[in-house]
T-cell receptor, first 111, second 115 residues
Framework: QKEVEQNSGPLSVPEGAIASLNCTYS??????FFWYRQYSGKSPELIMF????GDKEDGRFTAQLNKASQYVSLLIRDSQPSDSATYLC???????????FGIGTKLQVIP | GAVVSQHPSWVICKSGTSVKIECRSL??????MFWYRQFPKQSLMLMAT?????????EQGVEKDKFLINHASLTLSTLTVTSAHPEDSSFYIC???????????FGDGTRLSIL
């Protein structure tokens, strides 16, 4: 089992819809979880982080964490074509020294 | 806050040249910096992790004598690609982190092309 798993996609959603991006992780001791957005040819940028079980909302983004199921997700409401990018899930482990990134899910928002 | 500056953005040079890339945390002290490489349409690949004042920890398969990392201060890390060859052409990205459970913040990356 990979340490951090994501579906590579592409995930296609129509403009205005909710995009749901999922990530599972294997280290039960992980305490912090990060979502990054990477546009083609650019470096990743942090968009959300979550430490506690439940939901965390920031504008159109909501991160959801379920530590019992080892599952973290990112919801993007009212998706826009500018949201089209690859979304990376990142999970520190091993006492935080190591950070494992998922392969990333490519999101395509269709106008 | 949490700005990371990476320089240069682009490098084009001849085979055999050594290239140095700088990564600076501008508004915070970074206990740990990371260096990644990314080939077109592929995932980020971690090359090494460096803590200020310590030797870098390299990932399996990354030649430490070829990719020299110096993390001399809490705001500066450098990656030197020694005697670069065309197969070293890639997108190199650094990131910096304040502390253990804090997120990494990425620089804008350096696109390296070796002719």
């Amino acid at each position: 089992q990979k340490e951090v798993e994501q579906n590579s996609g592409p995930l296609s959603v129509p403009e205005g819809a909710i995009a749901s991006l999922n990530c599972t992780y294997s280290d039960r001791g992980s305490q912090s979880f990060f979502w990054y957005r990477q546009y083609s040819g650019k470096s990743p940028e942090l968009i959300m982080f979550i430490y506690s079980n439940g939901d965390k909302e920031d504008g159109r983004f909501t991160a959801q964490l379920n530590k019992a199921s080892q599952y973290v997700s990112l919801l993007i409401r009212d998706s826009q074509p500018s949201d089209s990018a690859t979304y990376l899930c990142a999970v520190p482990s091993g006492g935080y020294q190591k950070v494992t990134f998922g392969i990333g899910t490519k999101l395509q928002v269709i106008p | 806050g949490a700005v990371v500056s990476q320089h240069p953005s682009w490098v084009i040079c001849k085979s055999g040249t050594s290239v140095k890339i700088e990564c600076r945390s501008l508004d915070f002290q970074a206990t740990t910096m990371f260096w990644y490489r990314q080939f077109p349409k592929q995932s980020l690949m971690l090359m090494a992790t460096s803590n200020e004042g310590s030797k870098a920890t390299y990932e399996q398969g990354v030649e430490k004598d070829k990719f020299l990392i110096n993390h001399a201060s809490l705001t500066l890390s450098t990656l030197t690609v020694t005697s670069a060859h065309p197969e070293d052409s890639s997108f190199y990205i650094c990131s910096a982190r304040k502390g253990g459970n804090q997120p990494q913040h990425f620089g804008d990356g350096t696109r390296l092309s070796i002719l």
